[in-house]
């Protein structure tokens, strides 16, 4: 019998009760110390998931260990207990102590997985239990429903719990990519390092016996023989639909569909074994003529005479190990498909709600990605795409070639070890700081979000003379790559900080954000990323207190200031109050296109094979002519609207573009915005190439016939190699009166036409734009210093200030 629900009063007084709770709880643990050898683990399915495969692993390597697992019941209990494990009840005073007294927690799912009221101040890995094929739910908004300043205080605390995971761990890159969106938390708290409940399944892909072993415990638990001999080896085929957030599970066979199955069933002397979500159990029991109520819940059901079966949570309570007893499995949106990919074997998608399933809950991904196309509707649909992927023909080994490249996309170490890994990163974040990284140079290019610009540029010059010095790069994606030699560290991880604390030097080009203060022996060096035509900062129209206040404590965590120009220097100084020193040497990452440029009579000229070279590098066609367009962002709307969409490119390109004068038009998205994909680029066309992800944008420079941009700073690294320009501004007056406005009389100097419409580009473009005195008056008040050698200038300039050793690191 259901409990009678909570009226206002009561479920405002237990809500006063958890932030007492939690309050009190919280003070205890400035005084309660914690043991670095005592461990606790947690797992709302029980004692399973990946928790155990760590716990295992941490049995196994140190006898010393003290674990202890947190349960719900007795039967949870005698689990652990049989594991070596010291078990107590989660809620108990006992699970409260346990956690609050523990050096290191793992969970899979949430913090209820153990004492919720014991994690403040602890260290956590949180595991997850699964590849995210469906969109996860942000467990603030679930754990705090209901109105009132408790529910704003809940949620603050829950946040701040969130904050001491330490360790989220994940299969691959693209599953890590999930959950630091779904989880709001830094890139550097997350990691892939293969799923600790894998590993099993893993193994038992490399090892038939293993998965001979975990078919004989199946048909062990659906009290099955274990000697198939007579009738030949059965097919068991495990179905595994989702949960659907307690709404009706549209998967359900009809009695006709029900009746077609077992006849499948028997006529192929297969097995259905059917495993609904935990949450979703018993809808399919009815269907197939045995009530769930009519047994006994521990034990498993057999419906339709012998050959449907269902395997509930509370017989096998993880199925992963139990994986490799399957010939193939039917699931909609389950990650256990991605579990069981590894072992190779088919896998079909039945999704009659795929349509509604998406807008509802969301996919990470279109189904038809991760199914390779192969979506059943219906239950015949589905029978008959299994007949034919356990034939053996053709079809079977399509589906085993799709499993086989599905587990490859979410399992970047499909040879199994998570385990091992975690438990060692685990233990090597224990670590002081000083035993992880070492001193040395901290980069920082646009938040970490690129390896480029000015810090790429002094990196480079650095390593060149300081070959043994640890160069540590600041990257927000394990896909972004690093110069050689250098170390890349994920932002917001404790290597991160670690690094950015004990660094002599460190070269960003943006702020630094996370309260970093420097340190007595540290000097910062702000090379920031492009002379400034819009306002920056203090000087920018309607700048509030707490701007200006961030902004003055900003610049004084500089020890210098990279300047392109005196224009620089000058705004530099009123932009952000800046008093320190100003190092005036030209731009590091403008010195390739300096050195691609030669003096001519007509002006300054790229040097052909450079050009040539650029222009291989973004696989232009040999004989096309090139608009490189790069706009910058506009601050008045926010992500993707943020991009420009006041040029139609795909219309640009295609009228640009003709058999007697072939052109490529480049694209390049501002990096607070990406790829221009609002405007429907059709990239990958021939015409267009989208260069925005490209590391080095001096690639397009080189290649442009013509550059076009609107108001981005790139416009002075294009005058250093004499680019041709052009200036595609139809909001000009709305973004010069209203957006940032201008630091100088932009239209009177411009070293290229101001165009309103695509057609007046078009016919600037046809026409080519010619070097000019305006052009030569731009670059000699914008790009005086850029001799090719601005990187050797300051890296003189850093040792003589004794940010780097004095002579040669060689």
């Avoid at 990163?425 to 690129?450: K, Y």
Wanted: proline share 6%; aromatic share 8%.
């Amino acid at each position: 019998m259901s409990a009678a629900p909570k009226s206002p009063m009561q479920a405002a007084f237990a809500r006063f009760v958890t932030l007492a709770t939690y309050a009190i709880s919280v003070l205890a643990s400035w005084f309660v110390p914690r043991r670095a050898s005592r461990w606790v683990f947690g797992s709302w399915v029980g004692v399973g998931e990946g928790a155990l495969a760590v716990a295992r692993v941490l049995r196994a390597s140190d006898p010393d260990a003290e674990i202890f697992w947190t349960v719900a019941d007795d039967a949870e209990a005698e689990l652990a207990e049989a594991e070596g494990f010291t078990a107590v009840r989660r809620s108990s005073w006992a699970g409260f102590v346990a956690t609050l007294t523990a050096g290191n927690i793992v969970i899979t799912h949430g913090y209820g997985d153990v004492n919720r009221f014991g994690i403040a101040g602890a260290s956590i890995t949180h595991l997850g239990h699964g590849v995210p094929l469906k969109r996860l739910h942000h467990h603030l908004a679930r754990s705090t429903d209901g109105p009132g300043f408790a529910k704003s205080i809940l949620r603050r605390i829950y946040r701040l719990g969130a904050e001491r995971v330490q360790l989220y761990v994940t299969a691959s890159v693209t599953v890590a990519e999930r959950v630091r969106s779904a989880n709001g938390v830094l890139p550097g708290r997350v990691q892939a390092l293969g799923d600790p409940r894998d590993d099993i399944v893993a193994a038992q892909a490399r090892d038939r016996t293993l998965a001979e072993a975990a078919r004989l415990r199946v048909r062990e638990l659906l009290e099955l023989p274990a000697d198939e001999t007579a009738s030949g080896r059965e097919r068991l085929v495990l179905y595994a639909p989702t949960w659907r957030d307690g709404a009706a599970d549209p998967v359900v066979p009809t009695p006709e569909e029900a009746m077609a199955i077992s006849a499948w069933l028997a006529a192929n002397g297969a097995r259905l074994v059917i495993r609904s979500h935990p949450m979703g159990s018993g809808a399919y029991d009815a269907v197939f003529g045995t009530s769930q109520s009519d047994a006994d819940d521990a034990a498993p059901v057999d419906l339709a005479g012998s050959r449907v079966h269902t395997l509930p949570a509370s017989l096998a309570p993880d199925i992963t190990p139990l994986l490799g007893a399957f010939d193939a499995v039917i699931t909609d949106y389950s990650s256990i498909a991605i579990d069981f990919a590894l072992l190779a074997r088919p896998i079909v998608w039945f999704a009659p709600d795929l349509m509604e399933y998406s807008l509802s809950r969301g996919l990470y991904e279109p189904l038809e990605i991760t199914s390779a196309g192969r979506i059943q509707r219906t239950w015949s649909e589905s029978i008959e795409r299994l007949d034919a992927v356990l034939a053996g023909g053709a079809a079977t080994r399509q589906a085993e070639a799709d499993a086989r490249e599905l587990a490859a996309r979410f399992h970047d170490v499909p040879a199994g070890g998570a385990a091992a890994r975690v438990l060692a990163e685990i233990r090597r974040l224990a670590l002081p700081a000083a035993e992880r990284v070492s001193e040395g140079v901290f980069f920082e290019s646009f938040e970490g979000r690129q390896v480029s610009c000015n810090p790429l540029a002094i990196d480079g010059e650095i390593a060149r003379r300081y070959p043994e010095l640890p160069r540590y790069w600041s990257v927000t994606s394990e896909r972004i790559e690093v110069p050689e030699g250098a170390t890349p560290l994920l932002v917001g991880g404790s290597d991160w900080f670690a690094a950015r604390k004990l660094a002599r030097l460190l070269v960003v080009n943006d702020w630094l954000r996370f309260g970093f203060t420097r340190g007595r022996r540290q000097f910062v060096l702000q090379t920031w990323h492009g002379t400034m035509l819009k306002h920056l900062a203090l000087t920018r129209p309607k700048t509030g207190l707490q701007t200006r206040i961030a902004t003055r404590r900003e610049s004084r965590r500089w020890s210098a200031l990279l300047s392109q120009n005196p224009h620089s220097t000058e705004q530099f100084r009123a932009s952000y109050a800046y008093r320190g020193e100003i190092l005036e040497t030209g731009y590091p990452r403008d010195d390739r296109l300096a050195r691609a440029t030669v003096p001519s009579p007509s002006g300054p000229e790229r040097i052909s094979i450079l050009q040539a070279a650029a222009r291989r590098t973004l696989s232009i066609p040999e004989r096309a002519r090139v608009l490189a367009y790069a706009p910058t962002w506009r601050e008045t709307r926010r992500g993707a609207a943020a991009a420009p969409d006041l040029l139609d490119v795909a219309d640009l390109a295609a009228r640009l573009d003709t058999a007697d004068d072939p052109w490529v038009v480049v694209t390049r998205g501002h990096t607070r915005v990406g790829a221009l994909g609002g405007v429907g680029l059709p990239i990958g066309s021939g015409r267009i190439i989208d260069a925005s992800h490209h590391p080095d944008v001096n690639d397009m420079l080189l290649a442009a016939d013509l550059f076009v941009t609107d108001y981005s700073s790139t416009m002075f690294d294009a005058a250093v190699a004499a680019v041709p320009m052009a200036f595609y501004v139809p909001d000009l007056e709305d973004y010069r009166d209203r957006e940032r406005g201008f630091t100088f009389d932009f239209e009177a100097s411009a070293p290229g036409p101001l165009v309103r419409t695509a057609d007046e580009l078009i016919e600037v473009a046809r026409a080519g734009v010619p070097y000019s005195e305006d052009y030569a008056a731009w670059r000699e008040r914008f790009v005086p210093h850029d001799d090719g050698r601005a990187a050797e200038r300051v890296v003189d300039a850093l040792v003589e200030r004794g940010a780097l050793p004095s002579g040669s690191g060689t």
